[in-house]
């Protein structure tokens, strides 16, 4: 069973609108907003931004059917309510936090294609780099949005693309079949691995980056030594394209043995989500069945021991990490395939949220609710920069904003820009 939510769709800009209203600018001033659930009439409104002289309520909102109260110039709360005069009353949504952006990184040497196909932030903050179609990639400085050196050398589309903990050394992969190790200071390549047999779709760095793992369209993960520039493992894993991967550590390994106690989670074409131990170079856990719903993201919860999958008909499935029988738990907001999940950790120590970004442009970030063991799903943030476009890549870094209550989540899509949250 899977449970469907609704969700308040709102304009990309609202915040500049809210901004002109704000400095006293000449208006009028609105920003569109639609209320949307499966099986019911959806709500289309126009929300009227209206200067106010209350200095703890600046601005009001006003609308006839979608309920809005401005927090700050990045914060509002839109909800619905019951109208009888309305044919799509029974769509009721509790209030809920949308979230403009702190800010943006534009990647200026990528046009817009299929725009930033993947991005990466340096492990302390000041570097992104971003690549795209036709072997483009770059590193940019994110306060001074610098270009700071082209990346050249991939003969396709560049898939993925990620900072070694150093920060001052980028892993890359491409349609070209090659994964390449370049200085993100002066853009030399001195190591470049091959041996996939189709496009790279996913790369993760274990430890301090003396291995890595790249997952591919020929449905195999592999295991680099970097020193050496050669394969230790390869696991062939399905028939078709592995779409993502992600690395979890079940506990510290030792230095010379960063491979110790690391899991990858490959999320599978073919319906299934495979993990492998890393050390012992064997399979310990299947989710799901060949021939089911193709698996686009996973994310794995070591600590709660719970594993989240977005699948390609636009649910999200829970899965308790022990019991790879059924999902404990599966929503959606609509058919729109998930394209990217990513545990995000709150300022205290309390248990991880995920966001979800789908092909639609959706981009939200979800509580999971455990009461008894029955677990269930709580959207509790939605994050608004996107119109339509597909979101690529989320990734989560050590929060810029005073007081914030979560890691920033940064996200892209189908544009030349990465945005934070």
């Not at 006839?64 to 709360?77: F, G, K, M, N």
């Not at 590193?139 to 589309?157: F, K």
Request: with cysteine; charged share 20%.
């Amino acid at each position: 069973m899977v449970e469907t939510f609704g969700y308040i769709s709102v304009q990309p800009d609202w915040a500049v609108d809210v901004k002109k209203a704000l400095s006293g600018a000449e208006g009028p001033h609105t920003f569109w907003a639609s209320a949307y659930k499966q099986g019911i009439e959806s709500l289309h409104d126009t929300i009227q931004i209206t200067k106010t002289d209350s200095p703890t309520s600046p601005l009001k909102l006003t609308a006839q059917s979608i309920t809005a109260e401005y927090i700050d110039t990045r914060h509002l709360q839109l909800s619905t309510t019951n109208s009888s005069s309305h044919p799509a009353s029974q769509n009721i949504l509790a209030p809920r936090l949308y979230t403009a952006p702190h800010r943006s990184v534009e990647c200026s040497q990528i046009k817009r294609k299929t725009g930033l196909r993947s991005f990466d932030i340096s492990p302390y903050g000041g570097l992104l780099v971003g690549c795209g179609d036709e072997g483009v990639m770059g590193v940019y400085e994110i306060e001074g949005r610098v270009h700071r050196v082209q990346l050249e050398g991939h003969l396709g589309d560049v898939t993925a693309c990620r900072f070694f903990p150093s920060g001052q050394v980028v892993l890359s992969g491409a349609t070209d079949m090659r994964i390449k190790i370049w200085s993100a200071s002066d853009g030399s390549n001195p190591v470049t691995l091959v041996g996939h047999t189709a496009a790279i779709t996913d790369l993760a760095i274990i430890g301090r980056g003396r291995q890595v793992l790249s997952a591919a369209a020929d449905g195999t993960l592999r295991l680099w030594l970097c020193g050496e520039a050669s394969v230790v493992h390869v696991f062939e894993l399905s028939r078709m394209r592995i779409n993502s991967v992600a690395l979890v550590a079940r506990f510290e390994a030792q230095d010379v043995l960063e491979i110790d106690g690391k899991l990858a989670v490959a999320a599978c074409e073919d319906g299934r989500v495979v993990v492998v131990d890393l050390m012992a170079r064997e399979v310990v856990a299947e989710y799901g069945d060949v021939g089911g719903v193709p698996v686009r993201a996973v994310a794995y919860d070591v600590a709660n021991s719970r594993l989240y999958t977005g699948m390609a008909d636009g649910s999200v499935n829970v899965w308790a990490a022990a019991d790879a029988g059924e999902p404990v738990y599966a929503f959606r907001r609509n058919a729109s395939p998930v394209s990217a999940i990513r545990l995000v950790c709150g300022a205290d120590a309390g248990e991880p949220r995920i966001c979800v970004g789908t092909e639609d442009g959706q981009l939200f970030v979800a509580a999971v609710i455990d009461n008894n063991g029955a677990v269930g799903v709580e959207i509790v943030e939605e994050l608004v920069a996107f119109d339509v476009d597909p979101i690529t890549q989320i990734r989560t870094a050590p929060s810029s904003v005073k007081n914030a209550t979560r890691q920033s989540i940064w996200a892209s899509g189908r544009t030349n820009k990465a945005y934070e949250f």
